[in-house]
């Protein structure tokens, strides 16, 4: 997820339960014009900490993608990732009026030649592709379950989708039964099918495979800023006595693991791009408890590690005093 899931937070979620996640998406168009150089940040990998690594393309034409697929196979770290996983569901205009992202579902046929391209590289290198999208464009163009059989028959190993169209962005409510449609449409293909949208618990993670068919299940927004949530899902969908799986994670944990977070940033892009870039995370770790909005103001004022520790330090010892 753009702004959430660099490689930190990625480690942390794997850490606790989570089988792999993809980077945010990087333009195949950049890679080409300009190496790995400018999308680096974006893309960088930890086999160590991620376990299975996964790097997510989007843009709009075959040699985009078969050409950077080869550029990033180039440099050392990154031609060690596990996964290319090609996106096709961004909603954003910005995206979407150059055909690539969720601009794709319009486009059955270009998509398919996209995947079939790119099939044909990730088998020279060795690697393993999977395609992201959605249930259709808009409410009058539904075509998920063609669009599947396409990807499918081109190659893709494996197909996420999120339950709603690209016009609906992230509102309404994702639909599972949309999604289960798609997954009936490539049952027979050989194709791993994961299902996603507002997966927010074990009962909700266990109910979307259920209503779906789907083989796993992707989380998004649900984990900003509660990486426990996977151990959770994890714990609650293999445990025969499930209401012993849900945490109470205290604010002393939040504060922890929001620290952990922001000092690997560091480590990755330097203190003020790690603050900076938090400030639209560290919300999600304090959120539901006493004071979050004034503590949430102060945070996303903050531009130095020192600053946010202080923060954080001086609510947990109101926390303690009872105020
Ligand atoms: C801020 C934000 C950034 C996102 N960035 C990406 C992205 O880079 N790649 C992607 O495949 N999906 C991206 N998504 C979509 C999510 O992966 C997911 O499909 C969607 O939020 C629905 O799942 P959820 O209900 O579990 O959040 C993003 C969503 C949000 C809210």
């Known amino acids: 997820m753009a702004g959430f899931s660099c490689v930190t ?11 792999y996640a993809p980077t945010e998406l990087t333009s195949a168009r950049s890679v080409v014009m300009n190496g790995v150089g400018k999308s680096y940040r974006f893309m960088r990998i930890n086999p160590e900490t991620e376990g299975v690594t996964c790097i997510q393309l ?16 180039e440099d050392e770290l990154l031609s060690r990732v596990d996964i290319f996983d090609i996106n096709m569901g961004c909603p954003v205009q910005k995206v979407v009026k150059t055909g690539a992202g969720s601009g794709l579902l319009k486009t059955p046929k270009l998509a398919g030649e996209i995947v079939r391209q790119s099939r044909e590289a990730t088998e ?27 990807l499918a028959a081109n190659g893709a190993q494996a197909i996420c989708v999120h339950g709603r169209t690209a016009a609906q962005m992230y509102a309404g409510e994702a639909d599972w039964e949309q999604i289960r449609l798609m997954r009936e449409s490539v049952r027979d293909c050989g194709v791993y099918f994961f299902a996603n949208g ?3 618990d ?30 959770e899902v994890k714990d609650y969908l293999l445990c025969q006595n499930a ?11 939040k504060c922890d693991m929001l620290l952990s977070e922001l000092h690997g940033r560091i480590k990755e892009v330097g203190e003020k791009t790690a603050v900076c870039e938090m400030r639209g995370v560290m919300p999600h770790y304090v959120k539901g408890f ?3 909005s004034r503590m949430k103001v102060a945070l996303c004022r903050a531009s ?18 009872g105020l």
């Open 9 to 19: 937070f990625r480690g942390i979620c794997h850490g606790l339960g989570s089988d």
């Open 58 to 73: 989007f843009g709009n034409t075959p040699e985009d993608f078969t050409e950077a697929m080869k550029i990033i196979c």
């Open 124 to 150: 020279k290198l060795g690697k393993v592709l999977t395609v992201k999208t959605r249930i259709g464009f808009n409410d009058s163009s539904k075509n998920g379950p063609e669009f599947a059989k396409i």
């Open 198 to 200: 507002d997966v927010k």
């Open 202 to 231: 074990g009962p909700s993670a266990r109910k979307i495979l259920d209503v779906t068919g789907a083989d796993g299940v992707m989380i998004g927004r649900a984990a900003c800023g509660n990486p426990w949530l996977f151990s």
């Open 243 to 253: 209401d012993k799986t849900i945490k109470n994670i205290s604010f002393k944990e």
């Open 290 to 292: 006493p004071g979050a």
């Open 304 to 321: 130095t590690e020192m600053e946010v520790r202080q923060i954080l330090d001086d609510c947990l010892r109101l926390k303690e005093d």
